[in-house]
């Protein structure tokens, strides 16, 4: 699986539990840590679970081992570390505070809503 059909993956999973404001963006030159990084939220700390969960779900469906999930218990800010993507899911309230698309503004955004709407 490429880094982008991984991004494609995680981001399906987030659409099919209604994240909401799901962005991508290419880290690619930016950051070592990973190629993409998704950034959604949800609006109850169970649909910030649900998000998260879905995303190892289909991750492991398809063969790709979760190398970290950390924040779930607390639902606020759950970081999902598929490897070539870090997927951030935010409580709605949290997401304003800590704003990753401004401290990453320097980042392009990937569009995925053709791939999201199919």
């Known amino acids: 699986m490429t880094e982008r059909e991984l991004l494609i993956t995680a981001a399906t999973a987030a659409d099919d539990k209604r994240a909401e404001d799901i962005l991508a963006l ?3 030159g930016i950051s070592l840590i990973a190629d993409y ?14 998000i998260a969960r879905e995303m190892k779900e289909k991750a492991e469906e398809n063969g790709i081992q979760v190398k970290r999930m950390e924040g779930f218990d607390e639902a606020k800010w759950i970081l999902v570390d598929l490897g070539d993507v870090i997927a951030h899911v935010f409580h709605r309230d949290e997401r304003g505070y800590y704003n990753l698309e401004r401290l990453w503004g320097d980042a392009p955004i990937e ?6 709407s199919q």
């Open 37 to 50: 990084f998704l950034i959604c939220h949800g609006n109850s700390d169970k649909q910030v679970q649900a």
């Open 26 to 28: 290419n880290m690619k």
């Open 111 to 116: 569009n995925l809503q053709s791939e999201l």
